[in-house]
């Protein structure tokens, strides 16, 4: 192999680990939200048990690494104890306190590879606030054969697998190195409505522009 042909394969290998391609799939206006067995869709960003920072990017077409002063951006802090995504074609409108972006989406389950499109169970949200921005956390559990896809609720989570939530809710109160203040918790049936709601204004944003 002569050196123009290394240097060029280095460079390819650089790029591609930079972003996740959606295969000319937007991820966020593509995918479904809603499926007949009353789940919904979620799409992986973070696996469970990795410190990278990934996210999605603004046009939906890949899911890129967060860069902080030239560097990726890592937790400094325990690895996601879940898998962590956002809810396509759903937003929280910047003009109502959000970030403009999609729900973000907790995942509760083995690790899930990054990009992947999973069914999930919602059974609650976490409401908080990050530098003033609405930061809800849908919580859900990943529709597979393991026990703990059997939970319908926060209720059941916390009965049935002692001090899983407390974990969720100290990692996302200090993950940032700074505390973010969690507001409240909502159950099934109100996050199911939540996720309506912000289902409903993305439609309405898109059909805006």
């Known amino acids: 192999m002569n050196k123009i042909n290394f240097i060029l394969q280095i460079i390819s290998i650089l790029l591609f680990s930079k972003f996740v391609f959606a295969n000319d799939q937007n991820l966020i206006s593509d995918i479904k939200i809603y499926n007949e067995d009353k789940t919904i869709n979620a799409v992986i960003e973070i696996p469970a048990g990795t410190l990278e920072k990934w996210e999605i990017s603004k046009d939906g077409k890949k899911i890129e690494q967060e860069i902080h002063n030239s560097q990726m951006r890592k937790i400094n802090y325990l690895a996601y104890p879940f898998n962590y995504g956002f809810v396509p074609q759903t937003v929280i409108p910047s003009e109502e306190g959000g970030d403009g972006d ?75 190195g700074e505390v973010i203040e969690i507001k409240n918790t909502i159950g099934k049936k109100a996050t199911l409505q939540y996720i309506n709601k912000h289902h409903e204004k993305y439609l309405t944003n898109k059909n805006d522009n």
């Open 102 to 176: 999609q729900l973000d989406i907790i995942i509760i389950g083995p690790t899930i590879k990054r990009g992947s499109i999973v069914k999930v169970k919602p059974i609650g949200a976490i409401i908080a606030v990050d530098n003033n921005e609405i930061d809800t956390k849908i919580v859900s559990v990943a529709v597979n054969d393991l026990e703990i896809s059997r939970i319908n609720s926060i209720n059941d989570l916390k009965k049935n697998y002692l001090g899983l939530f407390d974990i969720i809710l100290t990692w996302i109160e200090n993950y940032k």
